[in-house]
Nanobody, 124 residues
């Protein structure tokens, strides 16, 4: 059974940076494309970004492009989300997700496995 566990969330001030991690176990990490999503209160889950299996290709939503960076360490079975210039509208629960195959996934239904989420709160 593939399991994903996020960490690194917390309370920060606007303009600060934060790095989230997602450790994957129970599967072969490098066969999965990995994504980050977020969900704010009373809003739908929103795509943040995706990284391909080989770690070379990335794709971001317009709302975070230029501020957030996704990376992965296949030797450590770990996915990262570096978030810079955080703003109040970035406040949400952040989820990592894994999908089989080599294509980008921007929809929640593209993904096969999900973590439990980590809360990020940005105070303005």
């Amino acid at each position: 059974q593939v399991q994903l566990v996020e960490s690194g969330g917390g309370l920060v001030q606007a303009g600060d940076s934060l790095r989230l991690s997602c450790v994957v176990s129970g599967g072969t990490f490098n066969i999965y494309g990995m994504g980050w999503f977020r969900q704010a209160p009373r809003k739908d889950r929103e795509f943040v970004g995706h990284i391909l299996r080989n770690g070379i290709g990335t794709f971001y939503s317009k709302s975070v492009k230029g501020r957030f960076t996704i990376s992965r360490d296949n030797a450590k079975n770990t996915l990262y989300l570096q978030m810079n210039s955080l703003a109040a509208e970035d406040t949400a629960v952040y989820y990592c997700a894994a999908k089989r195959g080599g294509t980008y996934g921007t929809q929640a239904y593209d993904y096969d496995y999900w973590g439990q989420g980590t809360q990020v709160t940005v105070a303005s």
